[in-house]
């Protein structure tokens, strides 16, 4: 019995000591929320075709008879702000049962004891997060030119408006998918840092999903204190709320020649305010975000 459990522990003594790569972790995470993810993209597809046909209203007729351009940028604009809103809190959600679903059922136990460090595994799961809001914008940009398409042919029977295309367009266009890319990064950043700060579902999805509208909701409260104290004050602190430099960042970094009117969604900042600005302060917001994130996951511990 004796040499038995020499041999035993001999052999464990000798078994390298299990490590999990960050491709395999990353590959696991998305696993666990593949049916969520299909299941809100499904939801989040049906929720856009429905605002894009509410957005093709007879006026578009005209537009894109005698400025088809313009039809084209009203396209893309007003379809972006649409993809923002929406896949804004579809990732708040995937990010909030990736990350916050693991401390409140302990799961995150068994995956560091597969050999996962607490800070791997946040960066796996930021970086999946990342590559999915990636995809998801792709393809709804795909889908964004596929019913263009349909309509323009549905309302003049050609794609000849697809001639007035321009260079400016195409950089144009860039810009607007920029910022929504940095709409998306924030947007997980954000569910993230709430998650990990309350180690828990209910907690990280509940601070998540009321953060930009307190951020609207307090643009508009500043307004009425502003009116009421006569104090410029007040309109200055909106231009360093997160959720209104958002709403309105199409309108700071797009030329105004290009601009539909519906580039842009929801309460902005109540004082004119740069482009250049705009992405300082929401850099530091994501940076803010990140280090809350990471610091709490190394620092704390995961106890039972």
């Known amino acids: 019995m004796s040499t038995q459990i020499v041999v035993t522990r001999s052999e464990q003594a000798s078994r390298p000591p299990v490590h999990a790569s960050f ?52 396209s893309l604009e007003g379809n972006l702000v649409v993809v923002r809103i929406l896949g804004g809190i579809f ?28 800070v791997q595994l946040l960066l796996a799961k930021l970086a999946m997060l990342f590559l999915v809001a990636l995809a998801m914008l792709a393809f709804f940009v795909v889908f964004i030119v596929l019913l263009t398409c349909i309509q323009m042919f549905v309302l003049v029977g050609n794609l000849n408006g697809l001639n007035a295309l321009t260079s400016a367009f195409w950089s144009n266009s860039w810009i607007d998918l920029l910022t929504v890319m940095i709409s998306m990064g924030v947007t997980i950043l954000l569910a993230a840092a709430m998650n990990v700060l309350g180690r828990s579902l209910t907690f990280g999805l509940s601070a998540s999903l009321i953060w930009f509208p307190i951020d609207n909701i307090g643009s508009l409260l500043m307004n009425a204190l502003a009116r009421v104290t006569h104090n410029n004050f007040w309109f200055n602190v909106t231009t360093y709320l997160l959720g209104p430099l958002l709403n309105r960042l199409p309108t700071m970094l797009l030329p105004a020649a290009v601009r539909t009117g519906f580039e ?6 109540l004082s004119s305010v740069s482009g250049s600005h705009a992405l ?12 809350v994130a990471l610091v709490s996951t190394w620092k704390r511990d995961v106890k039972e």
């Open 91 to 118: 990732l708040l959600v995937l990010t909030s049962f990736t990350i916050g679903r693991e401390y409140q059922y302990g799961t995150i136990r068994i995956l560091l004891a597969r050999g996962a460090g607490r």
């Open 23 to 74: 491709l395999g972790i990353m590959r696991g995470e998305f696993l666990k929320i593949t049916r969520l993810f299909w299941s809100m993209l499904l939801l989040l597809s049906a929720g856009f075709v429905v605002a894009f046909w509410l957005g093709a209203i007879s006026d578009s007729v005209k537009d894109l008879q005698n400025t088809p351009l313009r039809f084209l940028y009203y």
């Open 264 to 269: 842009s969604f929801g309460a902005g900042p």
């Open 280 to 291: 300082w302060v929401i850099t530091a917001y994501a940076l803010v975000f990140f280090v």
